[in-house]
Every structure is written in structure tokens, then in C-alpha cells.
């Protein structure tokens, strides 16, 4: 898969108090940082981020993790996306992973030939829209410059049924028909997109993924995108992101509209910071990544009916995403309009207006909610909290806005706020949480295995000073001890940040909770590194006499047999004397720490 070097390099380099205070808000406390917890509901903060261990946890959940942990579960990414997200954060770029399956391997060699396929596609596409009159005249007619046309790389698919013949000197490839620019039927085979207006579509990377085809005439359908192909996926792709990714960033904003002219229209007028989903609902995929890049997102629909519900659907995904300080917003144009009509009509000036006067969640939400309900009569009320609840209970990362919009919920149905808390969170149940793990009780064990194991987690560098085959291999936090010391002993160093490394190192194995809640234990500890220091050292000595008198144990009944040689004798004799120097060494240091 993807090499340890490269996330050791990766976990070097970030600072996890960096990427969590993205998305929570952090006070400094002593030596670490402390927030509300995102993956439970609490008044006084129990999440804890050390800058010098490089991990956070939550005394309250027992949420666990480094960087990376924190992006998978805070976004719900994958592992490789956690990754990713991270390393364009750092300016790294992630190695790719080995493919774990034949198929996959196969689908990868094929990777660079779709993508290169695509990209020829494009430049076909820019080129005939160069020699197309007619659709030249369209762009203009929809007031766009050549400038945005060409910053966008639209093109023109021609009005021919196998128009690609020119722009590919084999039109039998396979990769056409596997990027959906191709379709074969019955042997036949012709192009996907004729007489459209194309919009590429971006992936991150900058590679072109997929097209949108908007019809010149008044052919139907009217917009048509690209299938899925190995390369698209359009639950996860965004319209735009590619060229608003800057305005974005300034603007401090998103707006997230429907169709791909939208986007570049409002680009034309100067609003930079617009994306659109691309023919699907929006996906938790779409918001988790637009929460990352902006303060705020601002959803626009339509006014009618469908709008209404398509913003519904956008609001349940964003209820579990959005935190308390990254407003979401809900933009509704006047009925037969859309953002492209609208800007064009009404100006920029008129539009940004609207999008900073745009209903907040909360007010979309009640109103919603409102409209259906029936406040007359005990049963309707009733209905309405039943109605409100999920919505509430699904808002887990806002615990602010939770509490207000419960408060208003309450004043609505006549309950005080503690009456309708009761409702909300029966005994045991969780709402959905972003994939925190129920807590699991955890009892530290009380072993001297355990007492180092900490101290190791508390300190790496103490690592090199413990001779594991001391310890009692018995007990599962002694197979921790002796995994995490050959660990840091491999990693050569032992900086605090090589904490988050353990954490690489012992995620989803058999004893990774034993680590966890050691480097969770070592928060707690009051012990400098020296005094960590003195009581392993301490520790060991007490080990290893524990170890020879086990030793000399076994030396005694076989000499009350009579059975010990003359070799043996004179190692027995070795072994109480050093038996005795360590006692007398144990007992010297505990007069020095007296005397300290
Ligand atoms: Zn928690």
C-alpha cells in the first residue's frame, strides 16, 4: 500500500493542532489544547489535542487518533482520501498505493489511457468549438467572453453521429466506449455527446473526468452528462471546484448551484466562488469537502417545489457535517429563475445580496417543519416534535445550534427545553455520530507491564531503556510493551511527535487499544521525563530480581536434591551475590530520591 516513509514524512510535517482547529474550535489549556468533542454531545470540553504528542482524544467518548484518524473520522473520508487531504494540505503528494486486486491493477494500467483519452476528447472539442459559428454564437448569446470560455475549456461537440472520427485516428478503442464518449450498440458504434456545448469536468488533480453537454438547438435532452466511468464519480465530483477553488478561499464562501452554466456564468459576472453537483441529489461526500475549503456554504435552488426539495435533501445531508461555526445557508431564486438568468438580469451586486441575506439553516429548517404542522391541538404538536427530533438529533458537531434549535422546538410545541432534552436522548441511545466508535470500557490493568508500557507512551525515548525480555510475556500489554519498543527503537529517534507514527503503527491491530489508552494515560501523568526515567530504571531492577530469585528458587531445590553440579554450584553462588548488588543498588536509589 502507500509506504510507512511517506507517512512518516506526511505526520512529520503536519501539526495536528492545525488541522483539527479547522473544524473545532480549540483553547489552549496547560500543555494542550481543549474543545468541545465533535463526536459527542457535551457542555465542558473533554477533547483534548497535545501539539506535542501530535494526538487528540476525548476523556468522554475515548475518540482516539492522529491527523489522520481525525480526518477519517471527522469527514468520514477513507483512508487513502484522509491521506490525501492531508498531504495537499502539507504540499505533498501521496505515492500510489499498490492496487490490492488484479481488477484493480488492470483498472490502473487503464487509468492513464482513459485519462489521456478524455484529454484528447477536450482539446477535439475546444478545437471544433474554434470552427463552429453557430455555437460560438450561443456562448454569446448567453453573454459569456472568450476569456471564461477558454478558462472553463469549453468546446463543441459536433452535430455528427461519429464526430470523434476526426479527432482519433482509431475510433475502435476501447477507451472511448470505457470514458462514455462512445456508445456501442449492436455492433454499432457513434458518439455520446453530438451538437452540445461541452464542459469538462475537473477532478482535483486537474485531470478531466467527465463532460457535460449542454444542446445547442432544442434538441432533448436539454443537459447530458458523462456515465460513471473508472474515472468519474458524480457523488463526489463538483462542477467548478477546479477554477472557484481560489475565489473560494478569499471569499471565505461556497455557493453550491446546479447546473454547470450556472457556474460559469456567475464566473463571467464575477462571482468566482460557485460549484454545482452534477445531476445528482448532494452527497455528504460534496459537503464534507466544500466544509474544508469554506466558512460558509451557501446552497441555491430554485423557488418551486423541486428546489424546495432538493434543498430539504441537501439540509439532511449537512445536518451531521456542518459545525457550529461554519454556517450553512439556503439561497431560494424567485420562481422560473435560475443563478444564470438571475445574474444576468439582476447584476452580481443584486445576487451577493441575496446570498448573504439567504435563510439560515435554521430558519429553513423551522419553516419546513412549521408549514406542515398543526399547533392546535395536543396531537399536532405532538407530531411536529416527532417530526423535528431526527433533524435534532442528527445535528452532532453543532452542539450550539442544537440547543437553540431544541429551545425553539420546545417553544413551539409548548415543552420547556429540559422536557424535550428528555425526549431527545433516551437512555443509551447515540445519534449518528461521524463514525465514532461506541465507547468502550477500558480498565487499565495493574501490572508492572502496564506502569512501563505508559511510561513508554508518556516518553518514547525511554524505549531504548528497557530490556523487554524482562518482562512477563504472558500479559497482552507485554506483547504491546515489546511491539512499541522494537517500534520507536526501529524509528531511531525518539521525538515526541513519534507518537502519531505509533498510532500509524498500531491502527487496526490486536493491541492498538492497549497503546491507545496508554498515550491517553500519559496525558494524565504527572511525571517529568526524568522521574519517568528513574521509575523505569527502577522498575526493571525490580524485574530482573524478581527474575533471578525465581531463578535461584529452582537452584535450591535441586541442590536439597542433591542434584546440582559443581559448574552450577559456583552459578548459584555468582547469582546470589548479584543478587544481592542489585537489592543494595535498589536500595541506594531509593535513598537518592529520598534525598532529592
Ligand atoms: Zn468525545
Redesign the pocket.
Known sequence: MIPDSFKQDLLNRVDIVDVVSRYVRLKKGGANFLGL?P??N?KTP??TVSPAKQFYH?F????HGNAIGFLMAYGSLGYVDALKELAAAAGMQVPEPQPRTPEEAERRQREPDLVATMEKAMHFYRAQLKGSPRAIEYLKGRGLSGEIAARFRLGYAPDDWQGLKAGFEDYSLASLVECGLVIENEGKRYDRFRDRVMFPIFNARGAVVGFGGRVVGSGEPKYLNSPETPLFEKGRELYGLLQAREAIRAAGRVLVVEGYMDVVALAQFGVGYAVATLGTATTPVHVAKLLRLADELVFCFDGDAAGRKAAWRALEVSLPLAPDHKPLRFLFLPEGEDPDSFVRRHGAATLEQRVREAETLSQFLLSQLRAEADFATAEGRARFVAMARPHLENITVAPALRMQLTNEVGRLAGLSAEELQRILAPSGRQPYRHQ?PAKREFRAPSTTEWKLLSRVAAYPSLAAEIDTGLTDAAFPESQALREICAYLESLGVGREASQALVIERFRDTAHADLVFHAQAHSLELRESEDESRAFVRHTLKKLEIARKNDQLKSYEERLARGQLSKDEHRQYADMISEVKALEQRLQADARGAVQQ
Not at 60 to 63: K, L, M, P, S
Open positions: 468533542c463526536f459527542h457535551e473533554s477533547f476525548c468522554g467518548c475515548g475518540v465514532a
